[in-house]
């Protein structure tokens, strides 16, 4: 048993908040506690939310161990040079010790500098840490806590300011006034490090280094295509009061704007204001574009769509109806969406869905078609028309956190105290695995009742490893393996394991950590091996269900 | 075929709730794929009183892919093909325009509201676009006077 994990587990336990619909925030809380060790500053707009991802790795693996003792003084660190920001840090992290949540955090938010920008529009194309704002920080005052210690995720996120201009660039096949198609190029992503930075877009040039098409962090490097027809400096993309403009700079032959020549050959143009889906046309076919070098490069523009990525209304009840699905005939499917393509109803339960980042939902059988189109990997979702591009890394970050209720619910509870025994009293897990066995002669319902939960905790504990595994290092990566040890004698069982927890609700309080432990296995029953895994097996993925868990998540953002 | 359970879903809507001025039915029975529509002109357009019968196909791809839409009546409208197609034009029919999500009443709707408001900017018809523009009088003389003679049955 780690320190962490019994400290989380620990200050979880006082949270006072029960809440179904906030499993996910609140695994989200959970592990931001637990490797941040700021729970009080969650709220997605609040600057000090920031300040936990410093802690942690400044403060060692030790630090967990401190925030036990620690008093609540929920941490004004908005306002204070980043060294008693960072001390505070910890003190704040005790959270649930006494306080309410809901204190803390609303403290946090009025120590919050007025100019603070209240909705930062997470740059999830950037695959930013999209963490909340950061512009009240100077820069400097990070530069001494994050030396050498601090991982590179938690780098990154220090130079995130979340109020940037986004834009992304996909290539685009006018199929219908133009036979030929244009170049090729991966989807390009880029925010903007300031405002007044332009992103200059010309022909690649090996000179220029290897471009990076989608960099994580906000950067305005050139963007560069392998086109001739595409002059060095072709055009530039601007961003002013809100609004992207375009302007060439003098190419020889010619930027278009949704067909539209912006200048004379070699000529500069006036800027032009650029919106979400513009066409943008680089040059011209030359030589019948035979030749892949010799083609036009045609662009569609996405931008503003910030809005898309934050919570709304929209993806709030999609959420909300996804909760549904476990609730059986109780579910109330009142504001149940229909599927756009067989106008059926969707989320009832047993169906296979697919959820696109702008939390539209389909029947996945209805909606495959257009995932494994020819335009695969990029997809665009035939109602908000937004592209997403489904190769893309699986954004797992956790910062962006729904603040409208107290966070850590009660049911955080059971889960650290299975993670407790499960890590800690590694034949107690193989136990209850057995028991599980035994409970197999029980007819499944399947309820989907009791599956929900099964599934947040599910989620909850990747979140949790993963967390670990960041945080604080080896000794957790020491339990990791214990943990799967764990896991693995229930493999035999783990048809039944399944079946019996999701048929005993009453085991939940005690035995949550068990339910993806049998899951995993679950997952590969059909590996030959696998069953027979004894406990000194350290080969159990530990992270089988992730990308299923991950990927609502995204799409919810 | 997937798209047959849509596709009677939207049939079964549109002949229970029919939307104002449109009337919808199989050409035959035995195919879902072939729509016939009885849409009457709207009020204070030249097509008033008129009741024209346009036909509806649908692709087997559908929704991936747009419905097309003709006249079966003749028309003199600036986005109605002036032969025995009667081809119509609309945008959000064309292929890039189309969404899975749109609906056959949708489509319908809209094509009405077309006869209310031709687009002469995307025409089909460019004579008639001209017309329509430069001498809508005139324009709404013949247009009566086609809907008197094609389109009303007596």
Known sequence: MSASTATASASLSD????????????LRAYTQNLSHSSPGHRSRNSLSSRVPWLSPSSSGPESPTQQVGNSTTPGPESDQPALSRYTSAPTASSHGLGVDTQTSSAESSRSTPPN??????????????????????PPPTDAPDSTGAIPADAAQVTTVTSKKATIRFFPYQDTFQSSRPSLPFVPIARTLPSESSVIRVGRYSERDGIPIPNPTEPSDAPVGFKSKVVSRKHCE?????????????????GTFLNHMRLSQPNMVSRLYSIKDGDIVQLGIDFRGGEEMIFRCVRIRIECNRSWQQQPNEFNKNTESLIKN??????ADYSGCRECSICLGSVLRPYQCLFMAACAHVWHYKCISRLLHSPDYPMFQCPNCRAFTDLSAEVDDTNDVVENDEGKAP???????????????????????????????QQPTPLEPHTEEPDFVTDVENLHLQDDNDEASGSGIDMEDGRSSDSQAPSTSHDDLARSATISIPGFQPTQPLNVPAARQPHLRADTPGRSETSDDNPLTPRNDSGPLAFDGRAGMR | MGSQKRIAKELSELVESPPEGIIVELADEANLYKWKVFMEGPEG?????????????????????PPTVSFGTKIYHPNVTNDEKGSMCLGMLRADEWKPSSKIAAVLQFARQLLQEPMPDDAIEGRIAEQYKNDRKRYDEIAKEWTRKWAVSE
């Not at chain 1, 029960?18 to 499993?23: I, S």
């Not at chain 1, 993309?237 to 032959?253: A, M």
């Not at chain 2, 008033?48 to 087997?60: A, C, D, Y």
């Open chain 1, 116 to 137: 603070e920008p209240v909705q930062p529009s997470p740059n999830v194309m950037a695959r930013l840490r999209s963490a909340s704002a950061v512009q009240g920080r």
């Open chain 1, 410 to 440: 009660t049911e955080a509870t059971p889960t650290n105290d299975a993670a407790e025994s499960a890590s800690g009293t590694q034949p107690a897990v193989t136990a209850q695995a057995t028991t599980n066995g035994a409970e197999e």
């Open chain 2, 45 to 65: 357009s030249p097509y008033q009183g008129g009741k024209f019968i346009v036909n509806l196909t649908l692709p087997t791809e559908y929704p991936f892919k």
């Open chain 1, 15 to 26: 949270c006072p908040r029960p809440g179904r619909l906030r499993r996910f925030s609140q």
């Open chain 1, 325 to 330: 699905l476990g609730k059986g005939d109780g």
């Open chain 1, 237 to 253: 993309f601007i961003y002013s009061n809100g609004q992207w403009h375009i302007k060439d700079v003098g190419s020889s032959s």
